[in-house]
């Protein structure tokens, strides 16, 4: 499981880096499907990622409004302060209580923590795929998804 989270925050780094690259109206420009707009997806993915983990460790929810990181470098700011926490978590107590039944604000179900922790993983690889149709719909070349391919750095690289 750890390794299918890193390689989401390394293709996910090479977004940012992607995206440092457009202007501010590529950025921002509503699109057809998806969550709206580049900036937008982007800030999606890490709010999830941070929102249910926050709920497995039955951590108070912190409600993250994109209004306060309507920028590329908030977002990314935004992304690198949960993932710190995130590796401590995973690092600390991944496989503990895999499936107790845990309950967040936003949903009235419970679910397993290992099914929480999938779908954090498939919810980002998800945008992800949107995030190319969309540079491709620019004209641009998207950020490689290949998973054999890339050289992975590991948990204590990030």
Do not use: C
Not at 28 to 35: A, I, L, P, Y
Not at 69 to 96: A, C, G, M, P, Q
Not at 97 to 109: F, G, H, K, M
Not at 146 to 151: A, D, L, Q, T
């Amino acid at each position: 499981m750890i390794t299918f989270f890193e390689y989401n925050w390394q293709v996910r780094d090479e977004w940012f880096e992607w995206s440092s690259n457009l202007t501010r109206e590529y950025l921002v420009e509503k699109r057809v499907g998806g969550v709206e707009s580049i900036l937008y997806t982007l800030f999606h993915i890490v709010e999830v990622e941070s929102s249910w983990i926050r709920g497995i460790q039955g951590k108070e929810e912190i409600l993250i409004e994109f209004k306060h990181y309507n920028e590329l470098e908030k977002v990314k700011k935004l992304s690198d302060t949960y993932r710190k926490e995130i590796i401590n978590f995973l690092k600390s107590s991944l496989y503990e209580s895999s499936n107790a039944l845990i309950t967040v604000p936003w949903d009235e179900d419970s679910y397993s923590k290992e099914d929480i922790l999938h779908h954090i993983i498939a919810h980002e690889i998800h945008y992800i795929g949107q995030l190319s149709i969309w540079a491709r719909e620019i004209g641009l070349k998207p950020i490689s998804t290949s998973f054999i391919e890339r050289e992975r750095r590991g948990i204590n690289h990030f």
